[in-house]
């Protein structure tokens, strides 16, 4: 798992100030699969639904920007048999967007993104936390598979939605997207809730401490430039 702090600022008259910082904590579809049973996190795998177009279940909205979204079960899943798609071309298009909305803040999200794509980062999730703090997936194949990607982390601040985006990376698929930069996908196994269901190793826990102690040095360096000797 990786923690990275992302940072904001607002611009008034030609001064920029920190105005917040939000910590992203990046996980591995396994340690999401091991706090499924939290009641902390909610799933949805789209197998007990009907297949065709979907809006809002449970209180989640689901977005196609070139169609509607729609449970299919006709491509690969990591449960089976449904997962989404779009009515744009039955899957997500190598451009097409998926955002995801919550009627209730959260601060933890894990989605299985099928796709040819071959690289870490070839997906994006795009987090309205107030930083807009945007997450790459990883390479994280599918059980028993050779393809798949994954998105998964936890937020310090609260968020109600998510833009999953393909990120254009020439070459990827290793021919199987055509010659496009970016690869169609479909979506599975949709986690989201409350991060204190996922807390994260003592080492990531230094590793966050370390960036705060990083951020009070430069601005107490900051503070000391303007203060008159």
């Known amino acids: 798992m990786r ?3 992302v940072l904001f600022a607002l611009t008034s008259a030609g001064c920029s100030q920190l105005a917040a910082a939000s910590t992203i904590t990046e996980f591995s ?8 049973s939290s009641d902390n996190l ?3 795998d789209f197998d007990s639904l009907p297949l065709g177009t979907i809006a809002t279940v449970n209180g989640v909205t689901y977005t196609a920007s070139m169609g509607d979204a729609i449970v299919t079960n006709s491509f690969l899943t990591t449960t089976s048999p449904n997962g989404l ?3 744009s071309f039955g899957f997500f298009g190598p451009n097409e967007t998926l955002t995801i909305t919550f009627s209730s803040a959260i601060t933890a999200f894990a989605l299985d993104i099928n796709t040819f794509a071959t690289n870490s980062g070839d997906y994006a999730a795009t ?12 390479l994280d194949v599918f059980p028993n598979q050779e393809t798949g990607q994954f998105i998964g ?3 310090s601040s609260p968020f109600t939605s998510v833009i999953i985006s393909p990120v254009s990376d020439p070459g990827t698929g290793g021919g199987r997207c055509g010659d496009s930069s970016t690869c169609p996908y479909t979506v599975d196994t949709l986690v989201y809730g409350d991060a204190a269901a996922l807390v994260p190793e003592p080492s990531v826990w230094a ?3 370390t960036g705060f102690a990083g951020l009070g040095a430069v601005a107490l360096r900051r503070r000391r430039k303007i203060i008159p000797a």
């Open 3 to 5: 923690a990275v702090t």
């Open 127 to 138: 987090v309205n936390d107030g930083s807009d703090s945007v997450v790459p997936s990883l």
């Open 153 to 155: 982390f936890t937020d």
């Open 85 to 87: 798609g779009s009515t």
């Open 29 to 36: 579809r396994t340690a999401f699969q091991a706090a499924l």
């Open 42 to 44: 909610s799933g949805q």
């Open 207 to 209: 590793m966050m401490l």
